[in-house]
């Protein structure tokens, strides 16, 4: 099994659910189930924010002229029903089906063309960054599935590789190539470290930053906060294996 994660970042006017994140940034849409056939994908999403937020994030998903997860930026004819499971004053979750035609185009449907059926989606969206995780068998073409994703997404998402490494079956083990971080998030981390970044106090700010690597502040808040979070996870998991004691024998 492999794992293969990237992001794609939209362009404002192409993505309302995107356009809605960037406009509240402290809110976050990641799903719970993600579920695809050659003509259908059903999902359920969990949304954390202010009520502001989740409203207009409500109203993106239940009156977009795009269809779930379609990366066609016009009506294509397909049939979609949303609706909203739960709501709180700081959470929102939205059951989606969606019945697509010839014309739709989808992550999961370009991943079920080329690397096969049992694929498991993971999705995390942030301002106008969604991540996609998969879990695939590793024996489809990944090369013509993000040849087809790049033509689907055409001018309207940047595509950013996350990390592509094998699955590990041993408990308590991990593939150090799971962990290493993108060119981007290097980038972005060598950068900080070297303008002052994390010195305390700060000797420069997220947007002097964005502006020295001539990237978006919203893109560079988006890979620093990646690469923080992977090389958290790598170093409380890297203790947690060193505490324990050797297999008897």
């Not at 259908?40 to 779930?68: C, K, M, N």
């Not at 029903?81 to 989808?106: G, H, K």
């Not at 990646?226 to 297999?247: I, M, Y």
Request: hydrophobic residues 35%.
């Amino acid at each position: 099994m492999r794992e293969l994660v990237f992001a794609l970042e939209y362009e404002p006017g192409c993505n309302r659910v995107a356009d809605a994140l960037a406009d509240h940034p402290d809110a976050r849409v990641r799903s719970l189930s993600l579920h695809a056939t050659a003509e259908q994908l059903w999902r359920v999403d969990h949304a954390t924010g202010t009520p502001d937020a989740l409203d207009t994030i409500e109203d993106a998903f239940l009156t977009s002229d795009y269809y779930a997860d379609c990366l066609v930026t016009e009506d294509c004819g397909a049939t979609q029903t949303t609706r909203v499971l739960d709501r709180t004053d700081d959470t929102l979750v939205l059951y989606s089906d969606w019945e697509r035609t010839p014309t739709c185009a989808s992550v999961p449907h370009i991943a079920l063309d080329h690397l096969g059926d049992g694929v498991l989606f993971e999705t995390q969206h942030e301002g106008r960054h969604y991540t996609w995780r998969l879990i695939h068998s590793g024996e489809g073409d990944v090369a013509a599935f993000f040849d087809d994703l790049g033509a689907a997404v055409g001018e309207c998402a940047q595509m950013e590789m996350l990390r592509t490494a094998e699955t590990m079956a041993a408990a308590g083990r991990h593939d150090e190539a799971s962990s290493d971080l993108s060119p981007e998030q290097e980038a972005a981390l060598q950068a900080a470290v070297e303008h002052g970044y994390y010195e305390s106090p700060r000797e420069v700010d997220v947007s002097e930053l964005a502006e020295h690597l001539d990237v978006p502040r919203s893109t560079l808040t988006y890979r620093l906060r990646r690469a923080e979070e992977q090389l958290a996870k790598q170093h409380v998991t890297g203790e947690r294996v060193a505490a324990e004691p050797p297999a008897s024998i």
